[in-house]
């Protein structure tokens, strides 16, 4: 196997398997060495020669020996040897953060999740609102808030608020989950819907129908489920009128009148 690259591999190099298959027999077992795969030309005199693996656990791996040579030389010097995968091989996931493995529901009673200090999620509570609200000195005010008491230590900044508004409505309780597709309305116009404070009542507001899936949720106003305020059925899914009792132990019963 040969990549295409750009550069024209060296002749010396590129005839020097043998060469480069001693020296990977001196740092592997050569039951583990297979056939020879092609090589490709990394630069001026310098080319890498690929062998199959046939090492155990190691399917689709391939040695890589890199060989060069002096200008004018006729031998060529081994750079390097190492295992890389190649097309089909199992290698292991691209590695992800614990952080941001971390989905909700995943802490358990306590657990702890210490916020970064430089979080973009959230800014000091004295830089509360949009940027350019500066209506008073925001030294001034943070120098009061702290010798008062006053206010959180720090607050949801603007990407913060915008990446919770992506996540809401884009997850399961927005427009497009399955339940609110089916609904008969939208929670925009449902009589349990709790409006929230601040920019993020624009859009969304928490359910408080004790019967719905969404209880206690944030929801955004264009969801909506089978549980709306002004839902009602139709009369194929109305209830049957019961039939007439057989004996009517409410009214006086004329037999008993003989």
Known sequence: MTAARSTKPDSIGAAAVDAAREALLEL??????????????????????????????????????????AARAKTVTVDEVVLLPGEGAIIAPEWVPYRDRIQAGDLSPGDLLPTEEDDPRLVPGYLAGDPGDDIVDQDSLRDVIDELGLGRTRVLSLEGRDL???????????????????????????????????????????????QANDDGRVVSWDHGCGAHSDAQLGKRGQPQPLPEPVLDTLSWDELEQF
């Open 164 to 210: 919770a508004a992506e996540r809401w409505y884009e997850g399961g309780h927005g427009p497009d989950s399955p339940l609110a597709q089916s609904a008969p309305a939208t929670c925009e116009s449902c009589g349990f819907l709790v409006r929230l404070a601040g920019p993020l009542s624009q859009a969304f507001g928490v359910c408080a129908n004790a």
């Open 28 to 69: 592997v077992p050569v039951a583990d060495v297979g056939d020879h795969l092609g090589h490709v030309g990394e630069g001026d005199r310098v080319v890498t020669h690929y062998f199959g693996c046939e090492r155990k656990g190691y399917r689709g791996w391939r040695w890589a020996v890199t060989v060069a040579r």
